[in-house]
């Protein structure tokens, strides 16, 4: 069974950063394609950033050069670095994990980000 566990996210101010992880099991992480997600309030859940099943990543136009992504496939993990945070980027973020072997996706509990003005 594929569960993943995000965490890192909290209350910072404009311009601030922070640092989210996300810990998958039950998969063979290193053939996956994991991802971050976010969902603000009235809003509906859109991409933020991606590794392709090729292994390239994809960013929002709203978030490049202020966020990468990275993974660590021994720790089963994937990261977002998000810096230069503005208010609009306030919303729960989720972790989802795309298995390119068997065309399943799986997603995080979510972890909220609020970035106060």
């Known amino acids: 069974q594929v569960q993943l566990v995000e965490s890192g996210g909290g209350l910072v101010q404009t311009g601030g950063s922070l640092r989210l992880a996300c810990v998958a099991s039950?998969?063979?992480?290193?053939?996956?394609?994991p991802g971050w997600y976010r969902q603000a309030p009235g809003k509906q859940r859109e991409l933020v950033a991606t590794?392709?099943?090729?292994?390239?990543?994809n960013y929002a136009d709203s978030v490049k050069g202020r966020f990468t992504i990275s993974r660590d496939n021994a720790k089963s993990t994937v990261y977002l670095q998000m810096n230069s945070l503005k208010p609009d980027d306030t919303a729960v973020y989720y972790c989802?994990?795309?298995?390119?072997?068997?065309?399943?996706?799986?997603w995080g509990q979510g972890t909220q980000v609020t970035v106060s003005s």
């Open positions: 989802k994990l795309y298995q390119v072997d068997w065309g399943r996706h799986y």
């Open positions: 039950g998969s063979i992480f290193s053939r996956d394609a």
């Open positions: 590794f392709t099943g090729g292994g390239s990543t």
